[in-house]
């Protein structure tokens, strides 16, 4: 079908949301492998209808599953992800080294350039490549050898939780972990450095300037433009434009720096999105009121989103993983809450409509355009 | 013929019924039932037990006769009623688990 599918992680399964024009009907497919904990369903840039979705469970542990017809069938890949060696240990919350153990993936990011190449974020925080369509994992292991030793779990856990893909420059890899900062290779993932210089992190830091240890909470970059990236810490919103090697904070007029996800417009690099939450202690929303800010200046100066978004009495989270764009004009903007609701913009944000409004908790939203 | 009861979030995964009958060799021990069941259906490995270690996911209990078998060695002989396929062993997840 042509049209506009998405595709929604939430607590207790994933679904499939499809619409032919954005503004009219929405087919609501799933849930699929109901019951599982989905934190991440995406669809390979190469091959659309190739979906990777990724199943976790504190019973049963980490399953993925592989589709090829775009979410109608699904076949169980391969779920074994060994750390390289021994992995030593890591700092725990109470500041004490604690060992390094695979919990789960929370990211799946399928290649640019291979259709049977797919990067995994792990939690204990890792990264595992698979060049035969996950069937394999291998972890690079030269990412935790970059401090390994401070990063420490974020409230969510130690989590590898975003991948990008330079697509000008197939060496370079971003990725970003909470808690330990962002971190850019420059040779297919070999070996890393961190890019965190000019976060602070007064409060939850010892050296609030440090290498690592920083409480990333998602990076974006827009594909013309991948030197210029896009961060939602913590606290704060920051921009680098020489590809992380240093960072100035743009947050700007927003009403809260806190929050979860950051995302860019399709087609204007400058034009980026965020959902302020009130704090670290408090994950909701400001005044009880459900507000995307966009920037159309890449940060500084921001405007509040509103229409068709709840205004009162709204008191849901966004995780970090649960916005998206499509690459249509006007461009999309789709978003997921921990009250289950997926809302959708067909114009830039400018207006929203709630897609389904009773899912479980939503992890992770990705969209795809069907040609 | 050993009787294997999974829980459904397992047998869903595995593509079959809720319980299975698997064929067990001597000595029919839990190690033994957890490997013919993983032969059969290899999308069950690392969800019942851990790939390398073998050792049982925290959340997972193994239940025989009215028992609890979760922390029996798994080298230990199951009782008989299971052996002859009179009695299932039930493969549980645990009620803290959700």
Same mark, same amino acid.
């Given at each position: 079908?042509?049209? !506009?599918?998405?595709?929604?992680?939430?607590?207790?399964?994933?679904?499939?949301?499809?619409?032919?024009?954005?503004?009219?009907?929405?087919? !609501?497919?799933?849930?699929? /492998?109901?019951?599982?904990?989905? %934190?991440?369903?995406?669809?390979?840039?190469?091959?659309?209808?190739?979906?990777?979705?990724?199943?976790?469970?504190?019973?049963?542990?980490?399953?993925?599953?592989?589709?090829?017809?775009?979410?109608?069938?699904?076949?169980? !890949?391969?779920?074994?992800?060994?750390?390289?060696?021994?992995?030593?240990? &890591?700092?725990? @919350?109470?500041?004490?080294?604690?060992?390094?153990?695979?919990?789960?993936?929370?990211?799946?990011?399928?290649?640019?350039?291979?259709?049977?190449?797919? @990067?995994?974020?792990?939690?204990?925080?890792?990264?595992?490549?698979?060049?035969?369509?996950?069937?394999?994992?291998?972890?690079?292991?030269?990412?935790?050898?970059?401090? $390994?030793?401070?990063?420490?779990?974020?409230?969510?856990?130690?989590?590898? &939780?975003?991948?990008?893909?330079?697509?000008?420059?197939?060496?370079?890899?971003?990725?970003?972990?909470?808690?330990?900062?962002? /971190?850019?290779?420059?040779?297919?993932?070999?070996?890393?450095?961190?890019?965190?210089?000019?976060?602070?992190?007064? @409060?939850?830091?010892?050296?609030?300037?440090?290498?690592? $240890?920083?409480?990333?909470?998602?990076?974006?970059?827009?594909?013309?433009?991948?030197?210029?990236? /896009?961060?939602?810490?913590?606290?704060?919103?920051?921009?680098?434009?020489?590809?992380?090697?240093?960072?100035?904070?743009?947050?700007?007029?927003?009403?809260?720096?806190?929050?979860?996800?950051?995302?860019? &417009?399709? &087609?204007?690099?400058?034009?980026? %999105?965020?959902?302020?939450?009130?704090?670290?202690?408090?994950?909701?929303?400001?005044?009880?009121?459900?507000?995307?800010?966009?920037?159309?200046?890449?940060?500084?100066?921001?405007?509040?989103?509103?229409?068709?978004?709840?205004?009162?009495?709204? @008191?849901?989270?966004?995780?970090?993983?649960?916005?998206?764009?499509?690459?249509?004009?006007?461009?999309?903007? %789709?978003?997921?809450?921990? $009250?289950?609701?997926?809302?959708?913009?067909?114009?830039?944000?400018?207006?929203?409509?709630?897609?389904?409004?009773?899912?479980?908790?939503?992890?992770? !939203?990705?969209?795809?355009?069907?040609? | 013929?050993?009787?294997?009861?999974?829980?459904?979030?397992?047998?869903?995964? *595995?593509?079959?019924?809720?319980?299975?009958?698997?064929?067990?060799?001597?000595?029919?021990?839990?190690?033994?039932?957890?490997?013919?069941?993983?032969?059969?259906?290899?999308?069950?490995? =690392?969800?019942?037990?851990?790939?390398?270690?073998?050792?049982?996911? *925290?959340?997972?209990?193994?239940?025989?006769?009215?028992?609890?078998?979760?922390?029996?060695?798994?080298?230990?002989?199951?009782?008989?009623?299971?052996?002859? =396929?009179?009695?299932?062993?039930?493969?549980? =997840?645990?009620? *803290?688990? =959700?």
């Amino acid at each position: 079908m042509s049209g !506009v599918r998405v595709l929604v992680g939430t607590h207790k399964g994933a679904f499939i949301l499809t619409s032919s024009d954005r503004n009219g009907r929405w087919d !609501v497919s799933g849930p699929h /492998f109901a019951g599982w904990d989905i %934190y991440h369903i995406k669809g390979s840039p190469l091959s659309p209808d190739r979906l990777y979705a990724a199943q976790s469970s504190d019973w049963f542990g980490q399953v993925i599953h592989r589709s090829d017809d775009g979410g109608k069938s699904w076949a169980p !890949v391969g779920n074994q992800f060994p750390y390289d060696g021994n992995p030593g240990t &890591h700092q725990f @919350y109470d500041g004490t080294q604690h060992p390094w153990e695979f919990k789960q993936v929370w990211y799946l990011e399928p290649s640019l350039t291979d259709p049977e190449t797919v @990067y995994a974020g792990v939690e204990d925080a890792a990264l595992f490549r698979s060049t035969d369509g996950a069937e394999t994992w291998q972890e690079l292991p030269g990412l935790r050898s970059v401090k $390994g030793h401070l990063w420490q779990p974020g409230g969510g856990g130690m989590c590898l &939780h975003t991948i990008l893909q330079d697509p000008a420059d197939p060496d370079r890899l971003y990725i970003a972990i909470s808690a330990a900062g962002a /971190f850019r290779s420059d040779d297919r993932g070999q070996t890393w450095r961190a890019i965190n210089k000019g976060l602070h992190s007064d @409060y939850e830091l010892p050296d609030a300037e440090a290498d690592v $240890g920083h409480c990333v909470h998602n990076i974006a970059m827009h594909p013309s433009r991948p030197d210029v990236l /896009f961060m939602q810490k913590h606290w704060d919103v920051l921009r680098s434009d020489n590809a992380g090697e240093s960072w100035r904070e743009v947050s700007g007029n927003l009403p809260s720096d806190f929050g979860f996800p950051i995302a860019v &417009h399709a &087609h204007e690099p400058e034009t980026i %999105y965020v959902v302020p939450i009130k704090s670290d202690a408090e994950h909701y929303p400001p005044d009880g009121k459900l507000r995307v800010y966009r920037s159309r200046t890449g940060g500084g100066e921001w405007e509040a989103l509103t229409k068709g978004l709840p205004q009162k009495d709204c @008191y849901v989270n966004v995780l970090r993983s649960a916005m998206a764009v499509d690459t249509l004009d006007p461009c999309g903007v %789709y978003f997921g809450t921990t $009250g289950g609701q997926v809302y959708a913009s067909a114009n830039s944000g400018d207006s929203w409509t709630t897609i389904v409004q009773d899912l479980p908790k939503v992890h992770s !939203v990705e969209v795809q355009v069907l040609p | 013929m050993i009787r294997l009861i999974l829980p459904t979030h397992l047998w869903r995964l *595995a593509n079959t019924d809720r319980e299975v009958e698997i064929e067990v060799a001597d000595p029919a021990t839990i190690e033994a039932a957890l490997d013919a069941l993983e032969a059969r259906y290899p999308m069950l490995r =690392g969800t019942i037990r851990d790939h390398v270690t073998k050792e049982r996911r *925290a959340y997972v209990r193994f239940f025989a006769c009215g028992e609890d078998w979760s922390h029996e060695p798994q080298d230990m002989l199951l009782p008989e009623a299971v052996v002859k =396929g009179e009695q299932p062993l039930r493969i549980v =997840g645990a009620m *803290a688990g =959700g």
